[in-house]
C-alpha cells in the first residue's frame, strides 16, 4: 500500500473516530437531559434536543462527504457507489450499531413527544451515513 493510500486510510478512520464520538455526545445529551447551544444559525422554532440532532445529521453529512472525496481521490480506480458499499465490513459497524441502540434508549427518556421521530430518522441517517463511512475505508484498504 503506497504512503498516500496508509494517510488516506488513517484520515477515513480517523473521521470515522470523530463521528463515533460525536454520537456518544449526542446520545449522553438526550439522556442526560443537559442543555444544548446551537451551532448553525437558524430561523424556524424547534427544541433542544431537534437543535442537537440537526446540527449532527449536517456533521454525518460533512463527513460522509468528505470520505466520499477521499475515496475518489486515492483509488486507483473510480469505484461505483454499489462497489463502493459491496466493501462494507459488518465488524466495524458494531459501534455505530451499539450507538443507535442508546439512541433509541434516549428517544423513551426524551419527555417531549416531539422529538422522538426526530431521533429514530436522525438515528436511521447515522446507521445509514456510518455504513457508508466504512465502506469508503474498506474500499481504500483494499484498493490495490
Known amino acids: 500500500?503506497?504512503?498516500?493510500?496508509?494517510?488516506?486510510?488513517i484520515f477515513l478512520v480517523a473521521l470515522n473516530l470523530?463521528?463515533?464520538?460525536?454520537?456518544?455526545?449526542?446520545?449522553?445529551?438526550?439522556?442526560?437531559?443537559?442543555?444544548?447551544?446551537?451551532?448553525?444559525?437558524?430561523?424556524?422554532?424547534?427544541?433542544s434536543v431537534q437543535t442537537m440532532l440537526l446540527d449532527f445529521t449536517v456533521l454525518c453529512f460533512t463527513i460522509t462527504l468528505i470520505s466520499i472525496v477521499t475515496t475518489y481521490l486515492v483509488t486507483d480506480v473510480p469505484y461505483s457507489p454499489i462497489e463502493i458499499m459491496k466493501n462494507f465490513a459488518f465488524i466495524f459497524f458494531t459501534i455505530p450499531l451499539a450507538l443507535g441502540c442508546v439512541a433509541v434508549y434516549g428517544m423513551f427518556t426524551t419527555p417531549l413527544n416531539a422529538d422522538k421521530p426526530w431521533i429514530i430518522v436522525c438515528t436511521l441517517i447515522y446507521l445509514l451515513l456510518n455504513a457508508i463511512n466504512i465502506s469508503c475505508a474498506v474500499t481504500v484498504r483494499e484498493d490495490e
Not at 500500500?1 to 486510510?9: E, F, I, N, Q
Open 1 to 9: 500500500m503506497s504512503l498516500g493510500k496508509k494517510c488516506a486510510l
Open 18 to 47: 470523530i463521528n463515533f464520538a460525536a454520537a456518544a455526545i449526542v446520545d449522553y445529551k438526550i439522556i442526560a437531559s443537559t442543555p444544548v447551544t446551537k451551532i448553525l444559525p437558524h430561523n424556524f422554532e424547534l427544541s
